[in-house]
């Protein structure tokens, strides 16, 4: 009976299917394969790459790609062997002409002690920030729209970005307001790739 019982306990680490999904290393949340689209920034200039296989966090929506799914994806980056699937034009917008009218419902603002912001760590790889201008690009109501002269805390191990509440705020506004009066705006032509198409 004993025997049966090891033998059972074996078999059902062995089955793959009773293994739970990988969780993320950073929130410990499940995460879900999906497919994606992204949005990068290259020597030059402005890319989409659509078809990505990759699992998303639940929690915290950190993406997860598998190794060679990141290999095709510097490919296409930095020297693509496959021709773009179609053009689209993506409006191009600066952060620092918008101004964001919403006030704050804490009537004291959080204060940060100097020293914590000045060697502010990345949450991800702990490595060591400095403030930078960087440009972005987000999905909004079935389109891409791209901001410039955006200030943010880069990682300078992973290059991840971190934008303080203020930035997050003028992002959101320009995300739902497109048309701000004395924002500067210009459309780019962006190459749009598959991933499905690299082998």
Known sequence: MEQKQQKKTQEGRENPQSQAAPRCKYCGCETNED???AALWTNSGLIVIEDIPA???????EQFFEEEITQKIQQVTTYPIVKAKRQIRVPVYS???VEVEKKRRHSEPIRVDQDREETFLCKYCESETV???VKSAF???GAWVAIENIQARVCQQCRQQFYDDKTTEKISELNKHRFVAGTERRDVLVPVFSLADIK
Do not use: P, T, Y
């Open 55 to 61: 699992r998303l966090c639940e929690g915290c929506g």
């Open 35 to 37: 497919v994606i689209r």
């Open 131 to 133: 403030e930078d201008l």
């Open 139 to 141: 999905w909004v109501d």
């Open 95 to 97: 952060l620092s002409q």
